[in-house]
């Protein structure tokens, strides 16, 4: 990663980090269980039993599993093969001293400046998993049904927000989840024809 970029995603890191307040500590707390996939899958898949035509739900379901799954397995490769430093290891006294004195100003004047809200994790950093799984649930929500779904966009920004709110992502990380987990199942969705054949419409609700 290039210094400057580096540079600049330190700098954000520190600017929303850095931004607290005890009633968004609680608020973002919640909403970044919204990128748990435990917490997605029963929800989409309650949405899914929910509103779309019982001849449907199969294919959708599936699609909508594919895409979950292979977003995930591809981040995972990723946060394998990058193993960024999370802030709080980055930022670490004895890892500005180490690695980054005279290199990333940055860091080596913010060491320990970390405030983190959530797990104490210190690898595999890029990109944010939880990210990228809300992401992908917004993708197939708004590929699905369209119209207002698309404002599931929303939430899945609160949540790559509150990753690095609460001290455990980059934005660059946030930002790498969010193509990711929208990419993969876009394709899904493409390969697969159900932003196609299956997008839901006053009509298609007429044949349940």
Not at 13 to 24: C, D, S, V
Not at 89 to 115: C, Q, T, Y
Request: one cysteine or more.
């Amino acid at each position: 990663m290039g210094e400057a970029l580096s540079g600049f995603d330190s700098a954000l890191f520190l600017l929303i980090n850095g931004a607290h307040h005890p009633a968004a500590d609680c608020f973002f707390r919640c909403v970044t269980w919204l990128g748990n996939g435990w917490v997605v899958a029963p929800l989409l898949a309650a949405i899914v039993a929910a509103k779309v035509p019982r001849k449907h739900i199969a294919r959708v379901f599936i699609c909508g599993a594919i895409g979950l799954t292979l977003g995930g397995m591809v981040n995972s490769q990723i946060k394998r093969q990058v193993n960024r430093p999370r802030p709080v290891a980055f930022f670490a006294p004895e890892h500005s001293r180490a690695a980054i004195a005279g290199k990333d100003s940055i860091a080596a004047a913010h060491a320990g400046d970390v405030r983190l809200l959530g797990p104490d994790y210190t690898s595999r950093s890029f990109p944010s998993g939880h990210t990228n799984t809300a992401f992908a649930a917004a993708t197939f929500m708004a590929l699905l049904f369209g119209g207002w779904w698309y404002m599931s966009f929303t939430v899945a920004v609160l949540v790559g927000y509150s990753r690095v709110y609460l001290g455990v992502h980059f934005p660059l990380d946030a930002a790498g989840g969010a193509f990711l987990g929208s990419g993969m199942m876009w394709i899904v969705f493409m390969l697969s024809g159900c932003g196609r054949k299956y997008r839901l419409t006053r009509e298609s609700h007429a044949e349940q």
